[in-house]
């Protein structure tokens, strides 16, 4: 799902039903702007916008179809043979440059200015990887780019001649039917932080390994901290901050993860979204309890349920 770069309001998304569709929140209208016409055998599975709105949709087949906001198509064209593309993602300070993903095994760099060109071809390829399930350039300064394959590897790649720069071993198995764990990069810092799915078959494997979200230097690889919830077991497969890294966001199967930092006491605490709940009433107050009289009122602390130290990046620049 992408939201719109002028309109807050409009939401695309694309969809194993072989639509990409555009939905106007405020109205609570949408409409197709692409149509396979035959999910069982083709469908989207990678979405983004250009910064002069024309949406970019990736599909099971290799191929990538642009259109502009008014449903006309402007070309469609096959980028990775006959696999999935996983991860269409712009540039951010570079308008007419994107990258794209695949099961293929490779990344590659585009110029969107060439794209109209019958034969046109890719800026550059990342080496060939293990099938990848999605890329992203790095939110600081968009010099390097964070792969996530499906032979637990995390990799950065640095610009301009991108080179391997960071490589992690990294515990995130793939399965067919479940939603594959990707890494995302911190919107401040370059800081990665992926979904832990402990694996036996790696070096380093311990019973006691949470299913975790880990966060490590991109720099160096080097694991910096670890976010468990006690109360959701799941696999946290994906993993969002907000622009201003104050608040992350997890998904977990049927379940929302919503972390929040208290900077006062420099913990972080979990809310979990589970849907609604039954207001209980509320018990009666004692008058003569001593909690009315403050020459006898004691201070008390409540235990905070899965907290966790604070990560260093929810601090504001």
């Not at 969809?15 to 939905?23: E, L, P, Q």
């Not at 402007?74 to 269409?88: A, E, F, N, Q, Y």
Request: charged share 25%.
């Amino acid at each position: 799902m992408k939201f719109d770069n002028d309109q807050g309001d409009n939401l695309y998304s694309c969809s194993i039903d072989g639509t990409v569709k555009k939905r106007d929140l405020r109205a609570q209208q949408s409409h197709v702007v692409v149509d396979t016409q035959n999910c069982s055998i083709n469908w989207f599975t990678a979405l983004d916008i250009s910064y002069d709105g024309i949406i970019f949709s990736g599909d099971n087949k290799g191929y990538l179809y642009a259109t502009a906001k008014n449903n006309e198509p402007i070309w469609k064209k096959k980028l990775h043979g006959s696999c999935k593309i996983t991860c269409v993602e712009f540039h951010k300070s570079e308008p007419w440059l994107f990258a794209t993903s695949s099961l293929d095994g490779t990344v590659k760099l585009w110029d969107t200015r060439q794209m109209r060109n019958k034969e046109s071809s890719y800026l550059h390829s990342l080496p060939n990887q293990s099938p990848i399930s999605c890329s992203f350039f790095s939110p600081s300064n968009g010099s390097k780019i964070l792969t996530t394959d499906q032979n637990s590897c995390i990799n950065v790649f640095s610009g301009p001649t991108w080179e391997l720069e960071t490589r992690i071993i990294h515990p995130h198995r793939h399965f067919q039917h479940i939603t594959p764990i990707k890494a995302y990069w911190h919107p401040l810092e370059d800081i990665i932080m992926v979904g832990r799915y402990p694996d036996p078959k790696l070096p380093g494997y311990e019973e006691s390994d949470p299913r975790s979200i880990d966060f490590f230097d991109a720099t160096d690889g080097q694991l910096m901290y670890q976010l468990e919830s006690k109360s959701c077991q799941g696999i946290l497969n994906l993993n969002r901050f907000d622009s201003l890294g104050n608040v992350l966001l997890s998904a977990s199967g049927a379940h929302i993860l919503l972390w929040k930092p208290k900077f006062a006491e420099k913990t972080c605490t979990l809310d979990t979204f589970e849907g609604p709940k039954k207001k209980q009433p509320r018990p009666p107050r004692n008058r003569d309890s001593d909690d009315d009289d403050p020459k006898k009122k004691k201070s008390k602390t409540t235990k905070q349920k899965n907290v966790k130290s604070c990560p260093k990046t929810t601090k504001q620049k």
